[in-house]
């Protein structure tokens, strides 16, 4: 999935001209912490109703505002994982998406992305998840799905990132399509690879709650 699927066509920007009450309203009304506001179809920031109350001016027009997120945009063709990095970096649960002009296209609410991705094969097939930890030097994904397989088993998914705990490694957390993963489990260490999480799941998932909940523990936020 890229961004360009991801947008939200039902929350709309703020002007620059806008004042802070229609910005509250719009709040309220799309259910949003934060607003983008647009100008011209360049982004200025988002504003939320904290940082309206901050300056207690209803009145005062959300430019003139001290704006967060300048840099809290993708472009229509960014990755479903790059969106949701930025917005981690960034702090917030919505991203601006522009066009290769750099002017304002729409908007990513992490809401949505989570809840699209939770629809794919990935997350709906049935399985378990694995959690390893490893030096940046053994990571190879070649390797693992080598020795997965030997084991009548699939990846279906993975994600790799820097583990939190210590820079110097990695964290890979696979989606396999089985949900025993013991013999799965026994062949990793055996060559060396330290399991620190598995999650299994008996039956394909139909709860939208249940999606999302696997979803998070998979990609590990």
Not at 7 to 30: C, Q, R, S, Y
Not at 116 to 130: C, E, K, M, N
Request: aromatic share 6%.
């Amino acid at each position: 999935m890229i961004a360009e699927d991801l947008i939200n066509h039902m929350i709309p920007p703020l002007k620059g001209t806008d004042d802070a009450h229609k910005a509250v309203v719009w709040m309220e009304e799309f259910r949003c912490n934060f607003l983008p506001v647009v100008d011209e179809g360049k982004l200025l920031g988002f504003i939320s109703e904290e940082i309206i109350l901050e300056a207690n001016d209803i009145d005062k027009r959300v430019k003139d505002f001290n704006l967060v997120g300048q840099n809290c945009y993708v472009h229509l063709d960014t990755h479903f994982y790059d969106i949701l990095k930025v917005a981690a970096d960034n702090k917030l649960q919505v991203v601006a998406v522009l066009n290769d002009e750099q002017s304002y296209t729409g908007l990513i609410t992490v809401q949505d992305t989570l809840t699209s991705f939770a629809q794919t094969a990935a997350v709906q097939l049935p399985g378990g998840i694995l959690v390893l930890s490893m030096n940046h030097v053994d990571y190879s994904l070649a390797e693992i799905s080598r020795l997965v397989e030997e084991n009548h088993a699939k990846i279906l998914s993975s994600i790799v990132k820097e583990d939190p705990l210590d820079p110097a490694k990695l964290r890979l957390t696979l989606k396999i399509n089985q949900v025993d993963l013991s013999r799965v489990v026994a062949t990793l260490e055996r060559f060396g690879y330290k399991v620190i999480g598995r999650y299994h799941e008996t039956k394909a998932l139909g709860d939208e709650k249940d999606r999302i909940d696997m979803l998070l523990r998979y990609l590990d936020i």
